[in-house]
């Protein structure tokens, strides 16, 4: 195993947490997310950063400069941690600032849930 796998190994949750609670019944989600509103724009962002990574696999294929290809592994780098902070930012938005509004031990689990998602973020 490589560090790299090692580290999405470790870093990888399961997709059940929510702020909606349980599902609605004959859902498999329980409600809109924080990035639910921008989610046409995420998922378009999302495709240019999956084009420059495949742009990687062909700079390799092609023998290109060493250089060159750390420039975009590190351009690529950049438009990931911009993606995750925007989906931070939702999620404090929508997640935590619903937790606040409810109160209760509800607040100090997603306070909790959003540190150690930031503490992850800075390990990169």
Do not use: W
Request: aromatic share 2%; glycine share 6%.
């Amino acid at each position: 195993m490589t560090a790299t796998e090692a580290t999405v190994t470790s870093t990888t949750e399961p997709a059940t947490a929510s702020c909606h609670g349980e599902a609605p019944e004959g859902t498999d989600h329980p409600g809109p997310h924080g990035y639910s509103k921008q989610k046409d724009q995420h998922l378009k962002r999302l495709r240019r950063i999956e084009g420059q990574i495949r742009g990687l696999q062909r700079m390799v294929d092609e023998d290109v400069y060493c250089i060159d290809i750390l420039t975009q592994v590190s351009a690529s780098t950049k438009a990931l941690q911009s993606f995750a902070l925007q989906l931070l930012q939702e999620h404090l938005r929508h997640c935590v600032a619903d937790a606040a509004l409810k109160g209760g031990t509800e607040i100090d689990a997603k306070v909790e849930e959003a540190s150690a998602a930031i503490a992850r973020l800075l390990r990169t």
